[in-house]
């Protein structure tokens, strides 16, 4: 008995000792990741591309190139697609920001108007207050002058809109994050087979197991894509049909931002209704938000469950915890990258069996 309280205690201890490790490990990794945002962001965006760019990586050494032409050959073309893409939407964005005081205006415009309506609901509650339960004159005197505090604290109210100045200080950061991406596609297209063949050996797997996950990512993002260029190209046609300006970029952005599942259709839409108010005026102004959320709920549940399939869905607590985390870690970038790492890791980890290797280990414990 006593033999068997005193292994009851090691084995306790021992638990206690790996739960303990594996906290700290984990915090270890958080604090890494947070830390080094300005790299491991833009990598995890490479590995994530070099991913997705398998299949067309494949098909051209299927054409007898070896891996490295063919590794060149993927990235130059993702590389001019980048540039053409950014030549495209250059001119609109062009106007949008030659633009931008007229846009400041009209905003300045309408947060004037919801303040003023606000104060006035706060007025009205405050003579119901004083018809329910008449204040002394002090108070009113009181609330005379805090009447006349707002007022001055409203004339000081001011949009500000990033400058040119705020681009320029920007522009090195985002050229430096950029470089990385590039530097980390062009490795990752070159080398993903050997660092696969390498953690095979270690973790006693297969590389086929590695690139099942690659498949089921380039295919999981294949579809999506293909639902957000229709999904934004129907959004553009609704958009433009009530009268919205630059109805395409509309269309785009809401592509874009469809890649970050919830919380992207959720700021868009958030985007559009106040987008509506500025534009539009009466209950018109809130229609272009409402139909951007009609046209994203017909997507998440008959276009996409059809179209992704069941074997490819991810469980929804899994994907927004990812969101929340990935997003808090690396912002947009973290956005984007969150559900393939999840679907690739998820993949992976059902292929090599770890679960049920952690479980056996347990319980031989």
Not at 83 to 98: D, W
Not at 190 to 204: G, I, K, Q, S
Not at 212 to 225: G, L
């Amino acid at each position: 008995m006593g033999r068997s309280a005193t292994g009851g205690n090691s084995m306790t201890r021992e638990s206690q000792m790996r739960i303990a490790v594996f906290a700290i490990a984990l915090t270890a990794i958080f604090a890494v990741a947070y830390v080094g945002k300005p790299i491991l962001a833009p990598l995890a965006l490479a590995f994530v591309t070099s991913i997705v760019l398998s299949p067309i990586q494949a098909g051209i050494r299927r054409l007898g190139l070896p891996q490295g032409p063919s590794a060149v050959l993927t990235f130059v073309t993702i590389l001019l697609l980048l540039i053409l893409s950014g030549l495209v939407m250059e001119p609109a964005a062009s106007r949008i920001y030659t633009q931008a005081p007229f846009i400041k205006m009209e905003l300045r415009a309408a947060l004037e108007g919801v303040r003023e309506t606000l104060g006035g609901i706060s007025d009205f509650s405050n003579e119901m207050g004083e018809a329910i339960s008449p204040s002394e004159e002090e108070g009113g005197a009181g609330g005379g002058e805090g009447d006349g505090e707002g007022e001055g604290e409203g004339d000081g109210d001011r949009v500000e809109m990033p400058g040119l100045a705020d681009v320029l200080f920007l522009a090195p950061a985002i050229a430096a994050q950029f470089m990385v991406f590039a530097g980390g596609l062009f490795f990752f297209l070159l080398c993903r087979e050997d660092m696969y063949r390498w953690t095979a050996r270690m973790a006693d797997a297969k590389t086929d197991d590695f690139r099942a996950a690659d498949r089921m990512v380039a295919k999981y993002f294949t579809a999506i894509t293909v639902i957000n260029f229709g999904f934004g190209s129907i959004v553009a046609v609704v958009l433009y049909f009530m009268g919205l300006p630059y109805a395409p970029l509309w269309g785009a952005a809401a592509a874009l931002m469809n890649y970050v599942l919830y919380l992207g259709p959720a700021l868009f839409a958030l985007i559009l209704l106040v987008t509506g108010l500025i534009l539009f005026d009466g209950v018109y102004a809130a229609l272009p938000a409402i139909s951007f959320v009609l046209l994203n709920m017909m997507e998440g549940q008959f276009v996409t469950p059809t179209l992704v399939g069941r074997h490819l869905q991810v469980n929804p607590l899994l994907i927004f915890l990812a969101l929340c985390l990935l997003l808090w870690l690396w912002g947009p970038i973290g956005g984007i990258v969150a559900i393939p790492l999840l679907l690739w890791g998820q993949v992976l980890i059902s292929a090599l069996g770890l679960v049920g290797r952690q479980t056996r280990l347990v319980q031989a414990a």
